[in-house]
């Protein structure tokens, strides 16, 4: 380990950062571009296919079941090869798969390619995140900042698939083509070989780099139970919010350059986000940043469900942007400054497990609630509440004492 450590020396500071940037474009297919831009293509998609609230956001919920099943996979495989590899394939596969929405038409497709690019997706996200938690080990003084950056990616496709989207609907309607839906899956597609030809190279440097144990780790998952009941009431709640709030704005009659600048702003606040909370995320060491986090998404979630004000919705959605993806990275987070780095392959999947899970019921949660009990608004108060459960049961988590993990590794 010494002598390794000896002859390796870490990335300039300018290489390091941009090495994040390239990896921070795995966030930007996987979530910006395979799963947000969804909420822009909601209504196009219901109202061309006929589909109710339930099965709208079945969608999601298909894409958050293949998560979950990406991210039970992705311990085996990557015990098999390289978190570098299974980080390309996974960034390539979900670029198809995303490509491959705008050929079909027929509902049970579509929820299969959703539900195929979840698993992929989850294998971009869990191995990105260990990557990038190496790189932040080499360079601790800027850990918490190279953790938001990696994950405020999604806020790179979110802004680009804001404008793209509504730009290639509105071009595919000029030309007269049926489903004018189609055409932002392509130009999406795309755009996500470009971005998975770009992180390549940044994620094969980083895996080269000399990692502190070979031996893999173990995680006992009641170790860190009471963070995890807090990860999974987040991912119920959040994913109501950005799988609706769009159709929520189009039905209280925003206009559509005025949701345009909604999602960019949104996206925006993704980007800066890394900077915002990466303090926060160095300081706290058990579920305190996690328990922050959840509270002020509870308010950003409850804002547009209340009201339809555009200075209040866009309060809402700049205060979603900037915190959201950061609740995700203080896991990460949580993970690293409590285990060691042998069991960080372990924990954070155990993390995007209970996420998964939590995706999972989201967005039926709320369609139902929406077609049964009087509209997106009180789907989206439901969601708040989950939010807000999250944020008390993240407050009770503390930190790991010393030695308390390696007790539990086996020999």
């Not at 099943?69 to 798969?97: E, F, H, K, W």
């Amino acid at each position: 380990m010494s002598g390794n450590s000896a002859s390796h020396k870490p990335p300039h500071s300018c290489s390091v950062l941009l090495t994040a940037i390239a990896l921070s474009l795995g966030s930007a297919v996987a979530l910006g571009m395979a799963r947000f831009s969804y909420a822009l293509l909601l209504t196009p998609m219901r109202t061309d296919l006929g589909w109710p609230y339930l099965i709208a956001g079945g969608m999601n919920t298909g894409n958050a079941l293949g998560y979950l099943i990406g991210a039970l996979l992705t311990p085996p495989l990557a015990r098999r090869m390289a978190a570098s590899t299974l980080l390309i394939a996974g960034a390539l596969a979900t670029s198809l798969l995303v490509l491959s929405s705008g050929l079909f038409i027929d509902t049970t497709v579509l929820l299969l390619l959703r539900v195929a690019s979840g698993i992929s997706s989850a294998f971009v996200f869990v191995c990105g995140g260990i990557l990038i938690t190496r790189l932040a080990t080499l360079h601790p003084q800027r850990a918490g900042f190279l953790l938001g950056l990696f994950y405020g990616g999604t806020g790179i496709g979110i802004v680009i698939s804001a404008w793209l989207v509504p730009l290639t609907i509105s071009l595919a309607q000029t030309h007269g083509v049926a489903h004018h839906w189609q055409w932002a899956w392509l130009a999406m597609g795309v755009l996500s070989l470009l971005a998975t030809a770009c992180l390549a190279p940044a994620a094969r440097n980083i895996s080269s780099a000399p990692a502190q144990s070979r031996a893999e780790g173990h995680f006992r998952w009641s170790t860190l139970g009471i963070g995890l009941g807090a990860y999974f009431l987040f991912g119920l709640g959040y994913i109501g919010y950005m799988t609706f709030v769009i159709a929520l704005l189009k039905e209280q009659g925003m206009s559509p350059l005025m949701i345009n600048w909604f999602y960019t702003a949104l996206g925006l606040a993704v980007m800066v986000a890394s900077r915002l909370w990466a303090g926060m995320l160095d300081r706290f060491k058990g579920g305190q940043a996690l328990a922050i986090l959840n509270g002020l998404l509870s308010i950003a979630t409850l804002l547009p469900a209340l009201t339809a004000a555009p200075l209040v919705v866009f309060a809402s959605g700049v205060l979603f942007g900037g915190v959201f993806l950061s609740a995700v990275a203080s896991t990460t987070a949580l993970v690293r400054h409590n285990l060691p780095a042998a069991s960080w392959p372990a924990g954070i999947s155990a993390f995007t497990i209970v996420f998964a899970l939590g995706q999972i019921i989201g967005p039926s949660m709320v369609g139902w609630i929406a077609d049964h009990l009087g509209g997106l608004q009180q789907g989206l108060q439901c969601s708040a509440l989950a939010l807000l459960a999250g944020a008390l049961l993240a407050w009770r988590q503390q930190p790991l004492p010393p030695g308390a993990v390696t007790a539990t590794m086996p020999r």
